[in-house]
């Protein structure tokens, strides 16, 4: 199974972005599907996760902004981003864990926020 993510691009500070992940095959093959940001001079950090069952994860600085969810049907996982803040800048990229898969990382997509 391979990832695409798509979505990002410029928006100003207090705006919204919705990111998509795509899967060549069944996202059930994943345990878990998350969105982790590298931003220039920094390390890969985790945003957001959903698991198998529904659950979801996020990490302290996009909780209440960042969504994360799933359409199965459709093999897509997003991230819907509201009230973004330029600290929110970085390159994203979709991950997906699985017990037959292993863990699989997508290339990234590029979401830059202007003050």
């Known amino acids: 199974v391979q990832l695409q993510a798509s979505g990002g691009g410029l928006v100003q500070a207090g705006g919204s972005l919705r990111l998509s992940c795509a899967a060549s095959?069944?996202?059930?093959?994943?345990?878990?599907m998350g969105w982790y940001r590298q931003a220039p001079g920094k390390q890969r950090e985790f945003v957001a996760r959903i698991l198998s069952g529904g659950s979801t994860d996020y990490t302290d600085s996009v909780k209440g902004r960042f969504t994360i969810s799933r359409d199965v049907a459709k093999r897509r996982v997003y991230l819907q981003m509201n009230s973004m803040k330029p600290e929110d800048t970085a390159v994203y990229y979709c991950?997906?864990?699985?017990?037959?898969?292993?863990?699989?990382w997508g290339q990234g997509t590029l979401v830059t926020v202007s003050s």
């Open positions: 991950n997906g864990l699985g017990p037959r898969t292993g863990q699989i």
């Open positions: 095959g069944s996202i059930s093959s994943f345990s878990t």
